[in-house]
């Protein structure tokens, strides 16, 4: 196993942290958000934002930015390109991601069921949410909405919101902390575009984000939707997830493993333009 090379030293980064921690406002130890039981969304609406991010979450958040090849790498990245499977609840599908700098995303699946292929895509293109079946059959793309959209549109794989322009977007807020798979880590809430809120658990020691999620579908039911990073590889100088575990509460359910993951590639941006409907519309005849 690789040891990190830290390029901020670890004790100086925990006296800054400290020092921003005693200017916050301190919350009680917050358990992990996903232990709650369901995600009230008239709860959600109530959280007010914060004017501005705190000194607490503004240090770790430029302590992960170092400790993971330094803001200024992250500010050169652009996209990511990832493949890999996709394990959910034993449903292994094949996968192709893009995630733009600027939040746009989308997710190619391809599976095999009872001989036949399928593919699907998933796409966020910066306004809205939508998915289209493309084999065995090409079918109308279908515009996706509530707590799904919410999901997929602002809790990403690999990108973090962390770096412009996402960041201007985001006011993020101390919480607390927490432990993630038996370690300490800081929890920070981002508020982001709509005041959709995100989690993100910051290791106390090393500063590596190892949890971050929020509000998903599960079965029809709006519940709290986590990836817990469990590997780490250095990829353009950035270390970024090498595999993921899919959370809700505090059960996994599947998991996210990369076969290969690219910054800065060619993409085509057509794929982010929605296809045009190819039901027919009726006419209304006026008289």
């Not at 992960?64 to 803001?71: N, P, R």
């Not at 996968?95 to 700098?101: A, D, H, R």
């Not at 292929?117 to 293109?125: L, Q």
């Not at 079965?219 to 100088?237: I, M, Q």
Request: charged residues 25%; glycine residues 8%.
């Amino acid at each position: 196993m690789r040891t990190l090379n830290f390029s901020l030293k670890p004790a100086r980064a925990i006296a800054l942290l400290y020092c921003a921690l005693a200017a916050t406002p301190w919350l009680c130890d917050a358990n992990l958000h996903a232990q709650e039981s369901g995600a009230d969304e008239a709860k959600e609406a109530a959280v007010a934002r914060p004017k501005a991010t705190d000194a607490a979450s503004d240090q770790l958040i430029r302590n992960y930015l170092t400790v993971t090849g330094g803001a200024a790498t992250h500010n050169k990245v652009s996209n990511v390109l990832a493949k890999g499977r996709l394990n959910e609840a034993g449903n292994v599908k094949r996968f192709e991601l893009i995630e733009l700098k600027d939040g746009r995303r989308h997710l190619t699946l391809k599976w095999r069921h009872l001989g036949r292929n399928y593919k699907e895509c998933h796409v966020f293109d910066g306004q809205n949410v939508w998915t289209q079946m493309l084999s065995p059959k090409e079918e109308d793309p279908v515009n996706i909405g509530g707590p799904e959209a919410k999901h997929f549109s602002h809790q990403r794989w690999l990108l973090t919101p962390f770096v412009p322009p996402l960041h201007s977007e985001y006011v993020f807020k101390y919480q607390g902390g927490a432990v993630v798979a038996g370690r300490s880590c800081h929890v920070v809430v981002g508020f982001g575009i709509n005041d959709v809120r995100s989690w993100f658990y910051f290791d106390k020691d090393k500063f590596l984000l190892l949890r971050w999620g929020g509000i998903g579908d599960v079965a029809g039911l709006s519940e709290y939707r986590d990836y817990s990073a469990r590997k780490f590889k250095k990829v353009g100088g950035l270390l970024l997830p090498d595999e993921i575990n899919l959370m809700v509460e505090n059960s996994s359910y599947g998991t996210i493993q990369f076969d290969s993951v690219q910054l800065n590639q060619q993409v085509d941006m057509t794929l982010f333009k929605q296809p045009m409907s190819k039901i027919p519309v009726l006419r209304q005849r006026t008289r």
